[in-house]
């Protein structure tokens, strides 16, 4: 036997044991012959492929942008590219297809699947751009915060001030003030949904109101939903969850992202999506149902599938659904699809109900007697923002000594030499040494005082792990704060017993 030439049956068999894909067309793409690892990606036997050209297998709307070309096959240069095929139960797969002009003008394709591949690094580079996103949020949101607050105490003065004044002007000077007010307050709103999605994954768990998530998820959504449907709320009263707001918004956000995905655009007024709360036997059902498409019987077995989508390459990645799964059952919770092909679909998530643990509930902190109230306390206020202890100490000036410091160190260098304070109020989030440190620190040296310590937190940026058991004992405030409440978690604190 020639060395350099095989017997034909060893090439077929080689042909049929390749595990890329192999077809050979005429030169108008019509397929002539596929070997059997072609068959299985795309889903059909050789007798559906045989006869039928490769543009009908294509994904449409690709194929529209992206026309086949012949011209360089055809002049024999070999060609590679990357593209969507459409399998008959709608799944798509992305194959990377190199093309070669062989005998006469039939051209060999040799195809392999790189379907997951490129969805993995979609899904990388997107979770990537959401991970530095929330980065970005979370340090917006800290920055804006402080502003934010000194505006708000100075309107809050303002306020005060208006009120107890005689002047024909003091009405007119509160309406201003109350107009501010409201707007702060939008832009505060903004501030804490930034927060609660740039901390969407993390282990925080604590009750969870699901109307304030859903709120979340429908300001976040809203852009989606506008142009597809009417929103309708139907909300029962039902008990918190025990959840974070983040994790619970994320998950109604991909549904109703799918139910507005199922919905054509710019039929508003013809389509709803109804999100509906209810609860029973100690638990909280929360359903999302759209008026569109609906899912067939054999999509349905596989929806929460990871990387299981029915849109194209860069629409969707088909993670959403698994994660909201995932996201789900690790809070104790199940997720239900009720849908009809033309009719629409319900998606209900069910989460246990939050019991408070049962076991000895700390004693309910003693209501600031009004002895306590209008004691006059010496007040250390903490915070690298000047102007927030500026407002407050003059806001407080008639009714509680007001000591300001501007860093975690002067505070820690004042109290070394000077403990007597009744309360201390002090940032989470400063240069140098925060708030915990400062906690830390006072623990030891004046476990009394530390016990008395309220923190105000402008967006919890880099808590470490014992974090949560100093922010567990001491109250937080968060910015922006209004003058009333911090005077009552000052008056709380200042009753609370010493330990
Ligand atoms: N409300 C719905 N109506 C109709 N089909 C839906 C609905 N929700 C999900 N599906 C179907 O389930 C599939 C999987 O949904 P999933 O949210 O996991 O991924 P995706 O929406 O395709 O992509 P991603 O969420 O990653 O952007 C969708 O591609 C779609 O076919
Ligand atoms: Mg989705």
Not at 60 to 69: D, V
Not at 277 to 291: M, P, Q, R, Y
Not at 299 to 309: A, K
Request: hydrophobic share 50%.
């Amino acid at each position: 036997m020639d060395a350099a030439v095989l017997p034909a049956e060893t090439l077929r068999a080689m042909v049929e044991a390749a595990s890329d894909g192999m077809f050979v067309t005429d030169a108008a793409f019509r397929i002539d012959w596929v070997n059997d690892a072609a068959c299985a990606m795309l889903g059909r036997s050789p007798a559906q492929l045989v006869g039928t050209t490769i543009a009908a297998l294509l994904d449409p709307e690709e194929l529209a942008r992206a026309p086949l070309r012949r011209h360089d096959l055809l002049a024999g240069r070999a060609t590679m590219t990357t593209r969507t095929f459409v399998l008959p139960d709608g799944e798509r797969r992305i194959l990377e297809v190199s093309a070669t002009r062989i005998a006469g003008d039939r051209l060999l394709g040799l195809a392999r699947d790189v379907t997951a591949q490129r969805r993995m690094t979609a899904q990388l580079t997107q979770a990537d751009r959401l991970a530095s996103l929330g980065t970005l949020a979370a340090g917006v949101a800290h920055e804006i915060n402080n502003p934010l607050t000194y505006v708000l105490l100075h309107l809050d003065a303002l306020a005060a001030l208006a009120g107890a004044s005689t002047s024909p002007l003091a009405p007119e000077v509160a309406d201003h003030a109350a107009t501010a007010t409201s707007g702060v307050r939008r832009v505060a709103a903004i501030v804490r949904d930034l927060r609660a999605f740039s901390r969407g994954g993390d282990d925080d768990l604590g009750p969870v109101d699901v109307h304030g998530a859903l709120e979340l998820a429908l300001s976040t959504a809203g852009h989606e939903l506008r142009h597809r449907a009417m929103v309708e709320r139907r909300y029962r009263e039902v008990p918190t969850v025990l959840a974070s707001e983040g994790r619970l918004a994320q998950i109604f956000v991909n549904l109703l992202i799918n139910a507005a995905q199922a919905l054509p655009d710019g039929q508003p007024d013809d389509h709803r999506v109804v999100v509906a709360t209810t609860a029973t036997g100690g638990e909280v059902h929360v359903a999302i149902t759209d008026t569109g498409t609906g899912i067939d019987e054999a999509h349905r077995r596989r929806i929460f599938e990871p990387f299981f989508t029915t849109r194209s390459v860069g629409v969707g990645t088909g993670l959403g659904l698994s994660i909201c799964h995932g996201l789900v059952v690790a809070l104790g919770g199940r997720i239900d699809v009720d849908t009809a092909p033309g009719r629409g679909s319900t998606f209900t998530v069910t989460l246990p109900a939050f019991v408070a643990a049962t076991a000895a509930p700390p004693a309910p902190a003693p209501a600031p007697t009004a002895a306590a109230a209008a004691r006059r306390l010496r007040l250390l206020f903490v915070d690298d923002e000047p102007a927030i202890g500026q407002v407050v100490a003059r806001a407080f000036a008639d009714t509680h000594e007001v000591v300001l410091a501007a860093s975690g160190g002067d505070a820690r260098e004042l109290l070394a030499r000077d403990p007597d304070f009744d309360v201390v109020v002090c940032d989470l989030v400063m240069p140098g040494i925060g708030g915990l440190q400062l906690h830390a620190w006072l623990r030891q040296a004046h476990p009394a005082l530390a016990a008395r310590l309220v923190f105000v937190s402008g967006g919890r940026i880099g808590d470490g792990g014992d974090a949560a058991t100093a922010l567990a004992d001491q109250p937080v405030l968060d910015k922006p704060f209004t003058l009333d409440a911090l005077e009552a978690a000052i008056a709380a604190i200042a009753v609370a017993p010493r330990r």
